[in-house]
């Protein structure tokens, strides 16, 4: 009876134990994530003048270390003036958007993977689904709000976008860096064109909101239908 009474204590013991280090796996795990969520959210929290100051730097002609990289690579074999050419100021303009911008687009699509009810991928694996069925019957359509929260904060990016490139290249050469926002700030401020200034405004309002339209539209949703509304 000793000698089982103490197999049963070890047993427990073990058991006890092995729960102790779940517990601590989660728990290291879930830190881990936050780590992690924190770390990629870094770019999008930094100043926008400040990011746009770092990427214009990077690829500055003399200093910067886009065309170290791009030497070391055998890609260049002499320093290219980014800020110069209308076809190469865009490069780094749109990396330096894209960098800011990403970490808050992926967290959208994380917290909409993190909506959606494991049981379901549980209950199709069940039945014999395969990854790719679950991917386009689950994931893709559940995640379907998120991703049109995604586009309609992207477009007003687009729309709206002003100091990022303001301060890196001014909108030049010439205007081929000019966004719509900027456009519209030098008619309005620097050309003291008011009323076209005001117009402008109205039609990217318009074309902003015809564009969240087409995205309702295409993903197949309906926000006043009765599953929108719970």
Same mark, same amino acid.
């Given at each position: 009876? +000793?000698? =089982?009474?103490?197999?049963? @204590? @070890? =047993?427990?013991?073990?058991?006890?134990?092995?729960?102790?280090?779940?517990? #601590? $796996?989660?728990?290291?795990?879930?830190?881990? *994530? =936050?780590?992690?969520?924190?770390?990629?959210?870094?770019?999008?929290?930094?100043?926008? #003048?400040?990011?746009?100051?770092?990427?214009?730097?990077?690829?500055?002609?003399?200093?910067?270390?886009? &065309?170290? #990289?791009?030497?070391?690579? $055998?890609?260049?074999? =002499?320093?290219?003036?980014?800020?110069?050419?209308?076809?190469?100021?865009?490069?780094?303009?749109?990396? +330096?958007?894209?960098?800011? *911008?990403?970490?808050?687009?992926? /967290?959208?699509? /994380?917290?909409?993977?993190?909506?959606?009810?494991?049981?379901?991928?549980?209950?199709?694996?069940? @039945? $014999?689904?395969?990854?790719?069925?679950?991917?386009?019957?689950?994931?893709?359509?559940?995640?379907?709000? !998120?991703?049109?929260? !995604?586009?309609?904060?992207?477009?007003?990016?687009?729309?709206?976008?002003? @100091?990022?490139?303001?301060?890196?290249?001014?909108? $030049?050469?010439?205007?081929? *860096?000019?966004?719509?926002?900027?456009?519209?700030? &030098?008619?309005?401020?620097?050309?003291?064109?008011?009323?076209?200034?005001? +117009?402008?405004?109205?039609?990217?309002?318009?074309?902003?909101?015809? /564009?969240?339209?087409?995205?309702?539209? %295409? /993903? %197949?949703?309906?926000?006043?239908?009765?599953? *929108?509304?719970?």
């Amino acid at each position: 009876m +000793a000698a =089982h009474g103490t197999g049963a @204590d @070890d =047993h427990l013991a073990r058991g006890a134990f092995s729960a102790r280090l779940d517990c #601590v $796996g989660i728990v290291s795990r879930a830190r881990s *994530t =936050h780590v992690v969520r924190a770390a990629v959210l870094v770019p999008w929290a930094i100043p926008t #003048v400040v990011a746009a100051l770092l990427w214009r730097f990077m690829f500055d002609s003399q200093a910067g270390i886009a &065309n170290v #990289v791009l030497a070391d690579l $055998g890609l260049l074999h =002499h320093p290219l003036v980014w800020f110069v050419r209308a076809s190469t100021a865009w490069v780094p303009v749109i990396l +330096a958007d894209v960098w800011k *911008t990403t970490p808050f687009v992926g /967290l959208l699509l /994380l917290a909409g993977l993190q909506s959606i009810d494991r049981e379901l991928y549980e209950a199709a694996a069940t @039945d $014999g689904a395969s990854t790719w069925w679950q991917l386009r019957h689950i994931t893709i359509p559940l995640l379907k709000p !998120a991703i049109l929260v !995604a586009l309609i904060f992207r477009t007003l990016d687009a729309f709206r976008v002003f @100091d990022l490139i303001y301060v890196m290249t001014g909108g $030049g050469p010439g205007t081929s *860096t000019e966004p719509v926002a900027l456009y519209t700030f &030098n008619s309005l401020l620097q050309n003291l064109e008011f009323g076209y200034g005001a +117009a402008l405004s109205v039609i990217i309002f318009l074309v902003t909101f015809g /564009l969240a339209m087409v995205y309702m539209r %295409g /993903l %197949g949703l309906d926000l006043g239908s009765p599953r *929108t509304r719970r």
